[in-house]
């Protein structure tokens, strides 16, 4: 069974904190990926990895970076946290290949920033 | 910009009836997956659909897609208190690199 694991499903953090957000799945997927999820806005796409030390730029970047330095792990932190970061977070993981594009989800982190 | 906009926003059916949800998208694409997302957890995928197929079935599940209107619909047989969910396509463009552009997701209701 594949499974996405994020370290937290709550967390209340304060304005101007640093905030570390960890994904972690054990299936050897080349790919991963963070996305925040706000009411009737869907999915956003923050950053996505597909390899060890590399990232790209999703639709969303601003006020957020990534570090991915082992291929099961997939970090995204917010520098500074601020009030309309408070989201939904949700990170998946794809193999590298195009039978499938089939992507794993964690169960999320609710963020709220006071 | 959101790549996939659903349609309708809510859906709110008896069990037993059918469930039919739509999703438009603004550019070409190679393939259309559809995903479950209950009710504040991680999302599920359900099934995908490459732009040379025009339909597929999985279990109560069909998908159709119309690339020349570039729309796709899912729909959702028999459906049972247990399809209560928010329902999201995402769409690609293929390649073993591929990310995808979800949808703002149609959540559906399913009186027992």
């Known amino acids: 069974d594949v499974k996405v694991t994020q370290s937290s499903r709550y967390l209340v953090k304060r304005t101007g904190e640093k905030v570390f957000l960890e994904c972690v799945q054990d299936?050897?997927?080349?790919?991963m990926f963070w996305y925040r999820q706000d009411p009737g806005l869907g999915l956003r796409l923050i950053y996505f990895?597909?390899?060890?030390?590399?990232?790209e730029k999703g639709d969303i970047p601003e006020g957020y970076s990534v570090s991915r330095e082992k291929k099961e792990r997939f970090s995204l932190i917010l520098e500074s946290a601020s009030t309309n970061q408070t989201s939904m977070y949700l990170c998946?993981?794809?193999?590298?290949?195009?039978?499938?594009?089939?992507?794993?989800f964690g169960p999320g982190t609710r963020l709220t920033v006071t | 910009s959101q790549q996939g906009e659903e349609d309708p926003q809510a859906l709110s059916i008896q069990e037993g009836e059918n469930a039919t949800m739509n999703c438009s998208y603004k550019?070409?694409?190679?393939?259309l997956q559809w995903y479950r997302q209950n009710s504040g957890r991680g999302l599920v995928h359900l099934i995908l659909i490459r732009s040379n197929e025009r339909e597929k079935h999985s279990g109560r599940l069909r998908v159709t897609l119309d690339t020349s209107k570039k729309s796709s619909s899912l729909l959702i047989t028999a459906s049972r208190a247990a399809d209560t969910a928010s329902y999201f396509c995402a769409t690609g463009l293929g390649g073993g690199y591929q990310k995808v552009t979800f949808g703002t997701g149609t959540k559906l209701q399913v009186i027992p």
């Open positions: 299936m050897d997927h080349e790919n």
């Open positions: 998946a993981s794809s193999k590298r290949d195009t039978l499938t594009y089939e992507q794993y």
């Open positions: 990895s597909y390899d060890v030390k590399m990232k």
């Open positions: 550019t070409s694409i190679n393939n």
